[in-house]
């Protein structure tokens, strides 16, 4: 039989979507997934990575899954190099290199390839023709060549991009006899990206292979999954947004600045995280996520590469040596025990060519920043050309959109109190209910990462479900009648889910007209003082989410993730404009 090597390239290193290959696709890791679809193959199959600590996760999930796994001592940035020394081990006749991203490679494409090359003599590499109407075919991270046809491309790959990627150096069209093969008419149904490289792609990928293996037990088939990107806007607007890295280029990186931490709620952690995610997809860049403040493993963070620092002097340092031109703050100044040293790093920034872009409070200091973006309804600060605020900077976590079919709840009231309950609420809003409301509800109380248990009396009358750190708030609200919460983001996605939201008082967090700029909002209304509201309003809550749905007369739209990383974009491409 032909000898055939097919190698997975892989490493956990990402920039744009870090540990990438062991997340998972309905239950199993994306590598799994890869290795699954490549299991039909003839010859041997072989992951590729390098071997520094970073990788140890990868190598040790191969030897656990029984994988051949090649861990390379060389240049970690040099793939052309890692694939060679695995090559020329194995002496194969035909070499498979598969973008270990690419979840839904399809082996019969590879046989075609692999029998075109051995019924064609002196053939180098072999790929689908172009479709004279459908243009190219779908298939991603899949290069196909014959021995001769490897060495003469890992010659070639003398630059650091070719080095860095498979088959760059081919672009010389006279290096390679390639012979083309007309692919199956289906694949070239789609043109929608079907690699990893994104917090969105994973989720798009995730929701692909949820909904076929949810259905069934067969393994996903690739002419199906075709038809379902054809035939479902929902699914693919997941991430038709992302761009695509060019080989050509070097991409830079930008790092975001926000706080977390039990005195401060994960509010600015979580929206900082969804900015970051969707200014990676949409530019390309890495991205780097600092936070200042309590380490939590919050499930917002686990797409970025991320680093925590307790001490304020240690992060501004880090911030101020980081190779980086573009920065996004989202930290309160009037918080922080050194304020000196942070417009310090502001300024030492500047001078140094950096663009500077802040959220929120940081419009304070918005003299030391290019723009400012406040993700509220109100901006207490004096008016200046460069603060942006209004609803429409609202950032929400990804894929907050209304899919509420009007099936029966799950839950009768949604509470949340903030990532660290600063107010204190657990500690007696649930005797409240217990005390004052009669007829048993079910209520979903979510616990923030840095706040305490909630106290349920003993033998509640009502349905208590205490939900610890869930990883998105969206599907729990969307299951719930109502939603009581203190101010912020929850506020904005409970009222993007059309739910009737009851807005806690927060006088420590939030000044008195900010909260009634809340309770002014569609769907809205304020709960106090809580004692006395509380047994009212629950009684008559069906007539009240009737009352607030009539009197809206149009929906807010809480688009600031991608309005914010327009504009940013679209800043920074000006300034380079006009020089």
């Not at 997934?33 to 299991?39: G, N």
Request: charged fraction near 20%.
């Amino acid at each position: 039989m032909t000898k055939v090597l097919t190698v997975v390239g892989a490493r956990l290193n990402s920039s744009r979507l870090p540990a990438k290959h062991l997340l998972e696709l309905f239950h199993k890791p994306l590598i799994a997934r890869v290795f699954e679809r490549l299991s039909s193959l003839p010859g041997e199959k072989v992951l590729a990575t390098t071997s520094d600590e970073y990788n140890k996760p990868l190598i040790d999930w191969a030897r656990k899954s029984a994988i051949n796994c090649y861990s390379y001592e060389g240049d970690v940035n040099d793939l052309m190099g890692r694939i060679d020394h695995v090559v020329n081990i194995h002496k194969p006749e035909f070499i498979v290199y598969i973008c270990g991203d690419c979840p839904l490679v399809d082996p019969d494409y590879i046989l075609q390839g692999i029998e075109k090359l051995r019924e064609t003599d002196n053939a180098d590499h072999a790929t689908a023709s172009i479709h004279p109407s459908l243009g190219r075919v779908v298939h991603e991270g899949i290069l196909m060549y014959s021995m001769k046809g490897w060495k003469k491309l890992f010659n070639a790959s003398q630059s650091k991009l070719e080095k860095e990627h498979v088959g760059l150096a081919a672009r010389d069209e006279n290096l390679l006899k390639t012979i083309y093969f007309q692919e199956r008419d289906f694949t070239y149904s789609s043109h929608h990206r079907i690699s990893v490289d994104t917090a969105a792609d994973w989720r798009f990928m995730d929701a692909l292979y949820t909904e076929c293996y949810s259905n069934n037990s067969h393994p996903l088939n690739l002419e199906w999954a075709l038809h379902r990107l054809n035939h479902s806007p929902s699914l693919t607007n997941i991430n038709k947004h992302v761009q695509q890295k060019s080989g050509f280029k070097q991409y830079g990186k930008a790092l975001f600045i926000t706080e977390a931490g039990s005195s401060k709620g994960l509010g600015q952690l979580i929206r900082s995280s969804s900015l970051a995610e969707r200014f990676c997809e949409e530019t390309g860049l890495g991205i780097e996520l600092i936070i200042l403040g309590d380490s939590t493993q919050h499930k917002s963070i686990k797409t970025l590469n991320h680093q925590w620092f307790t001490f304020e002097e240690l992060c501004w340092d880090y911030c101020a040596e980081a190779q980086s031109d573009i920065y996004i703050f989202d930290v309160f100044p009037q918080r922080l025990q050194s304020p000196a040293l942070f417009t310090d790093l502001l300024s030492h920034l500047r001078e140094r060519g950096a663009r500077l872009f802040g959220i929120d409070h940081m419009a304070k200091l918005n003299s030391y920043l290019d723009q400012v973006y406040i993700p509220n309804i109100i901006n207490d600060n004096p008016a200046a050309d460069n603060i942006n605020f209004g609803a429409e900077y609202v950032i929400l976590p990804p894929n907050t959109v209304s899919t509420h079919d009007d099936k029966e709840d799950r839950f009768d009231i949604c509470i949340t109190t903030g990532g660290g309950d600063a107010v204190g609420y657990g500690s007696w809003l649930p005797g409240l209910f217990e005390s004052e409301i009669d007829q048993p509800k079910s209520i979903a109380w979510i616990q923030g990462p840095y706040a305490k248990p909630p106290k349920i009396p003993e033998d509640p009358k009502h349905n208590w479900a205490i939900i610890e750190s869930p990883d998105t708030l969206h599907p729990i609200i969307e299951q719930s009648s109502t939603t009581i919460t203190v101010c912020g983001t929850t506020v904005f996605q409970s009222i993007s889910a059309k739910k009737p939201t009851m807005i806690l008082p927060n006088p420590a967090v939030i000044p008195r007209e900010e909260y009634i700029q809340y309770c002014n909002l569609p769907y809205c209304l304020p709960l106090e003082p809580i004692k006395d509201h509380l047994s009212p309003v629950i009684k008559s809550l069906r007539n009240i989410a009737t009352g607030l749905s009539q009197n809206v007369d149009s929906p807010i739209i809480c688009n600031g993730r991608e309005r914010i990383t327009s504009e940013i974009i679209n800043f920074i491409e000006t300034q380079q404009n006009s020089l």
